[in-house]
């Protein structure tokens, strides 16, 4: 992949609120059929009803990736305004709806239901999901061998569910604890090969702790229907602007890493266990805490972190020329925080959740951008 640019597109799941409650609403059905006018299949529903899904076609450049997922917020904001709903961008719900999610109507949910039970009754949750070309599936398999070490970071970086239902839960990733419960959710496995993969899913697949072998939901995968890898283990970010400076980050990444595996290196084998406790004290402590640096098992602070990470991928940044844009999405967490800093200061400022709910919907808002630094 070196000297070539990978194409990036993004998935972004939204909840559907209720303007004077600010709790979510199951409309999912109808906002999809107004929205799909405009967007085809480029806007879907997820596993409630609470929830929406707009996604990007592939794009090149960062800016044509942002011209795209803002014209996506907007169709779909434009279809929850017509239900008399709004879109907002967070992990969880801030404010709950009556009783246990709606379900959405697929056979895929409804075998989740009686395969996972209780563990769904909370399945409410927003993420934002990275696909960068790469369709050589062998190749795809050992590149991710190199993204677990940093997807705590990930997680870290993009931290946007402080609240669920009404409650502080004292995490900067709520969204990540709520996946961390099950058994086929979080990092991959180390995987030697291809096959070696097949082969992990079809015993997950078999211990029932996997729906399907052909669809895990490991948060970096080959994507079972398309040429990429798919990056799934962050919050949806509330400003289009860090989700676009985290895809371009993750194109980075995966361009470095698909180079290491050109030149033969299968990737470090992180432990299992050291990298599912980064994880968990990623979704505690978030950007602006200390976490445990997977590769060396030293703790270290975020910030710190991430300027590791820039240094490993600016070579690929620079070539794409987007290191400024990386830099920029830094220094707006240095300054402004995370979305769950963003949402505790507002809870602060505004005396409540209902605060925090609508300034998640102006962030969300079509053409919002960046919060001012």
Not at 191 to 198: G, K
Request: hydrophobic share 40%; glycine share 10%.
């Amino acid at each position: 992949m070196e000297g070539r640019i990978p194409t990036v597109g993004v998935e972004e799941e939204y909840f559907l609120v209720h303007p004077g409650t600010r709790a979510v609403e199951a409309a999912a059905g109808a906002v999809v059929a107004r929205a799909s006018a405009v967007l085809g299949d480029l806007v879907s529903g997820e596993f409630t009803a609470y929830q929406v899904e707009g996604r990007t076609p592939p794009c090149s450049g960062s800016e044509d990736l942002r011209k795209r997922l803002t014209g996506v917020r907007a169709a779909v904001s434009a279809a929850a305004g017509e239900e008399g709903l709004r879109l907002c961008a967070s992990g969880t719900p801030v404010i709950g709806g009556d009783g246990p999610p709606v379900v959405g109507d697929h056979p895929r949910y409804r075998a989740g239901v009686k395969q996972y039970r209780a563990m769904l009754d909370d399945f409410a949750i927003c993420a934002f999901h990275a696909h960068v070309n790469l369709p050589d599936r062998e190749a795809a398999v050992l590149v991710g061998n190199h993204l677990r070490p940093w997807l705590p970071l990930l997680v870290a970086m993009s931290a946007n569910s402080p609240f669920h239902r009404g409650q502080d839960t004292g995490y900067a990733s709520w969204r990540s604890v709520v996946r961390g419960r099950f058994p086929c959710l979080g990092p991959p496995p180390y995987a030697e090969s291809l096959a070696h993969y097949e082969q992990l899913a079809t015993a997950m697949e078999e211990s029932e702790a996997l729906l399907e072998a052909g669809i895990p939901f490991w948060d970096v995968r080959p994507n079972p229907r398309l040429p990429t890898l798919e990056i799934r283990s962050m919050d949806v970010p509330a400003n289009v602007d860090d989700t676009v400076a985290l895809a371009v980050l993750i194109r980075a990444l995966v361009v470095t890493a698909a180079a290491q595996v050109e030149r033969g290196d299968p990737g470090p084998r992180v432990c299992g266990e050291l990298l599912r406790a980064a994880y968990w004290r990623a979704a505690r402590d978030g950007w602006s805490g200390t976490g445990v640096d997977a590769l060396t098992g030293r703790i270290l602070p975020a910030t710190v972190q991430a300027g590791r990470l820039v240094d490993h991928v600016r070579p690929a940044l620079d070539m794409h020329g987007e290191t400024e844009q990386v830099t920029a999405f830094l220094r707006r967490l240095a300054t402004r925080g995370t979305g769950a800093q963003c949402q505790r200061a507002s809870a602060e400022s505004h005396g409540g959740f209902a605060g925090v709910v609508d300034d998640l919907i102006d962030r969300t808002r079509p053409g919002r951008g960046v919060t001012p630094e």
